[in-house]
């Protein structure tokens, strides 16, 4: 089930907003890695040579289509979860128990947001760099911090949210 917007405050906006970019996002990466998987298996198998640098590149798009995902999913509710006790309790202990999950779940984003920076700096300092494409390592870590940036406002409108519900008049649960 996708996550409905409580209402169209700046907060609802701004996330349709990402949301929709990063999925215009996804798309032409997942697009442009179709094209070019295919264009090297046609080269390799009828003119007898692969493009050297399709292999480097589709890592490279795998990766950010990847965190791009988690980021779609995390917006929509969609990663996996077992709800089957919180289902059990009555809605005010259930809207507690997600006010406490999106507690735990900003820290591990913050965490997450965190070592990627770190991997990213990291990596643009050391000038470590890819042998085919010649592209800093670095360039292609941004995509964590990234996305664990939006995933952390995310999570944070989500807690707002729980918090008004505990403590409010919401019914979510």
């Known amino acids: 089930m996708l996550y409905a917007p409580a209402g169209p405050g700046l907060l609802r906006k701004a996330e349709a907003a990402v949301g929709a970019a990063v999925k215009v996002v996804i798309g032409l990466l997942l697009a442009a890695m179709v094209v070019l998987v295919f264009a090297n298996v046609i080269s390799r198998y009828f003119l007898n040579s692969a493009i050297a ?14 965190f791009l995902g988690a980021v779609i999913a995390f917006i929509n509710n969609e990663h996996l979860g077992l709800d089957i006790m919180v289902k059990m309790l009555p809605k005010k202990g259930a809207n507690t128990v997600l006010l406490v999950s999106n507690v735990l779940v900003i820290v591990a984003i913050a965490f997450f947001s965190f070592g990627g920076f770190s991997l990213m700096a990291d990596s643009l300092e050391s000038g470590w760099r890819s042998p085919a494409t010649d592209t800093p390592y670095g360039l292609i870590y941004t995509v ?8 952390l406002l995310q999570a944070l409108i989500k807690l707002i949210e729980n918090v008004s519900m505990v403590f409010g008049k919401g019914e979510k649960a």
Do not use: D, Q
């Open 144 to 151: 964590v911090p990234f996305s664990g940036f939006v995933m």
């Open 53 to 66: 640098w399709s292999e480097e590149v589709a890592r490279f798009m795998m990766i950010w289509l990847s």
